[in-house]
């Protein structure tokens, strides 16, 4: 089985994240990028199904600029196998990517694709489930276990208060969540080969999708910040504030 | 926490090293900017989720001895075993052994991120990186085929057996003895002490380099031989065989470095083995086993500079987080509610940026150092010797300068903690502790001067100084036409500073020449601070200029100008004038 894995460059999850001057986005010059973690963990849940003996070829793709292609490049030094950059550089909301993604797809004919379940930029949390309705495949997403066997595949999901255990059909989409596994370092050696691994360069022309924004950004502005808290005399009075002002209960 | 500053580390090595030019004037062989930038990253991301998390664990619980057996901190083991299945301690070696053989830029840079994780755990990587040199340079293909394989990769550690009780600085004095055997091999006796990662549990095999005396050496330094002497003997198979005669009879109880086991090692005591005698081979010929471990010096010592600018940097982001943080009194700066972080006083700040810019004007020398031993394995004889005279020069100055200021820093980053940094579960105390020892081992920062004064100025006739001097002046040309206003008065401050370095170099030339011993000794000291302050400068200097756009590295050179190489015709004064003083009080000194 072929799998496709899309990844995305995103501001690092280090980044203390600045709202642009004239607030029309978040400040993306001089900051240090680097591949959506949840990205990282899709890479990794194919790397290790291919090394159990399930996937022969592990594809990665990602819809981006130029520099995207470190992200690749980072993708095939943790062990997937050839890259494909779709390349664009202005915004490029769900929907697009899911097009280009389907077009990916009619090409490569993967069995699976792995996303992550959400980018840490936008959180959108929409690529997956809107490629799987493209497609017309089988969804398994917020994955914290997968179990492929023939043409079924069990996924463990986190759900708002516990989780769920699916089994769909394949081929599939599965997203993937934060506890599905712990993804590795590229080695040293494997950062050499990753030079030397196949990367294609395609633009979206090529999947003849219409990528003008849907969306228009009013504005950006920073969450406020946390206001000072009040020490309750009893229950009661918390009891009371929860109810009237806060308006939770 | 500790994150490795990629980005600046990548700036400095391309564009203020030179391994941008190297890599388009194909000095670099298949590397690519790409590549560099990959490797860093990744470098950088165990530096900082897997090393520095490590820190104060290996500073509390440190290694211990029972029995003969060093046991490191919990979790330092699996910590070695993961670095090393990255292929981390590979990047330098030789490719027909399984090493990248990349360059030293990038060692450097790399050692830089382990050493600022933790410097306890980033020396035994350094020490099997010189015993990796030793055997490329001088051991034997025999040797080499058992051993080489498993030092490149780490599977093996190396240590370096030099220090004596009565040598240290002056080897010397060396006693320790090799006796030779009829199968070509040699028996080893004697005791060597402060021996980083002479035993320890992270690997099944130790190589230990060992300095001694064949039974009819000459007297002093040219009668020294170097040994490979394994703990575990080596059977023809490759598996380990027998203990060799060779034991941890003790470990010191250190300021700082913890987690790094500091060993005396007794050689020939007959604890194992049949007869008394460790069992070693000797590496290159006999009685030049300081040369051998010269060859492997310049990048031992750089090594060592390149942990003075670690501890350094993570001093300095430890402090700038807290005082972002720590909120004491009113700043005119300030205008928010309540107390100001203490990042806006004036003090604090001067604090910070002098934290900020010594970092980096070190770091600067120590991987222009490593570029120009690059540069010396590539080219013309004629470049060869150009680059490796260049290394030489700047070596004692990347050792000594970058490990005072990594004390000097640490130190500044427990003032900015206040009473917090006075205590050891803030994390600032450890710096200051560690760092330390930097400017004591691979030759205190005094010998180094020595070298720098006697040694290095006058090669090539004082050519090879004369052309680093025209390189420093061809970047202040650069920085006088720049017409960049961030830069402040460092186009007038810097020049004066080169002008006091090269006459403090004239004098000093002088007074060599003259066999004025007696000066050049008491002045080389400030001379090499001196050296270093005002290259430093300049390469903060390059460094701005390189990077187009970005006003904050023009303002850090500008800072560190204004409030720091002003002080150089200080230090010139204090090469010219220093010795005499000395002669008239040092008599109160001696009984
Ligand atoms: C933690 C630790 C780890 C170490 N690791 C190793 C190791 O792995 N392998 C190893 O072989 N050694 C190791 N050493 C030893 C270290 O290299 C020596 O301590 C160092 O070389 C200085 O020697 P010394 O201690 O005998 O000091 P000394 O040589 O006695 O020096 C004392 C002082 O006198 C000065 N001095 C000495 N000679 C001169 C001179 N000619 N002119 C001017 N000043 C002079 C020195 O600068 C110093 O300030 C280690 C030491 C420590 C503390």
Known sequence: MKVLVPVKRVVDYNVKIRVKSDDSGVELANVKMSMNPFDEISVEQAIRMKEAGQVEEIVVVSVGPQQSQETLRTALAMGADRAILVKHDDVVEPLAVAKILKGVVEEENPGLVILGKQAIDDDSNQTGQMLAALLGWSQGTFASEIEISGDTAKVKREVDGGLQNIEIKMPAIITTDLRLNEPRYASLPNIMKAKKKPLDEKSVGDYGVDTAPRLTVVKTEEPEGRKAGVIVGSVEELVSKLKNEAGVL | MYRAPVDEIAHAIK???????????????ELSEDLVDAILEEAGKFASDEIAPMLMVGDQHGSTLKDGSVTTPPG?????RNWIDGGWNALSGPEEFGGQNLPSTLAMAATEMWNAGSMAFGLCPMLTMGAIEAFEAHASDELKAIYFEKLVSGEWTGSMNLTEPQAGSDLAALK??????????????GQKIYITYGEHDMTDNIVHLVLARLPDAPAGTRGISLFAVPKFLVNEDGSLGERNDVFCSGLEHKLGVHASPTCTMI???????DKPGAIGWLIGEENRGLNCMFTMMNNARLAVGVQG?????AATQKAIAFANERKQGKSPSWDGEGMAPIVYHPDIQRNLLTMKALTQAARAICYSCAHAIDMSKTGSDEDRKFWSERASLLTPVAKAYSTDIGSDVASIGVQVHGGMGFIEETGAAIFMRDARIAQIYEGTNGIQAIDLVQRKLPMSDGQCVAAYFDELDSILEQLRTSNEPAFGNSTAILSDGLKALKSATDWLTEKSKAGETQHVLAAATPYQTLFGLVSG???LAKSALASSGAKDRAALCRFFAENHVNGAVALQNRVEQGADSFESAAASLVD
């Open chain 2, 76 to 80: 330092w083991k699996e910590l070695y």
């Open chain 2, 176 to 189: 320790s003895r090799a006796e030779p055997q009829d199968d070509g091999s040699y028996r080893i006796f």
């Open chain 2, 309 to 313: 600018v670690a501890i350094a940097e």
């Open chain 2, 537 to 539: 400068g300049i390469y």
């Open chain 2, 15 to 29: 564009h203020v090293a030179g391994l941008s030019n190297a890599i388009d004037n194909g000095h670099a062989g």
């Open chain 2, 267 to 273: 050689y020939g005591d007959g604890k194992f083995g």
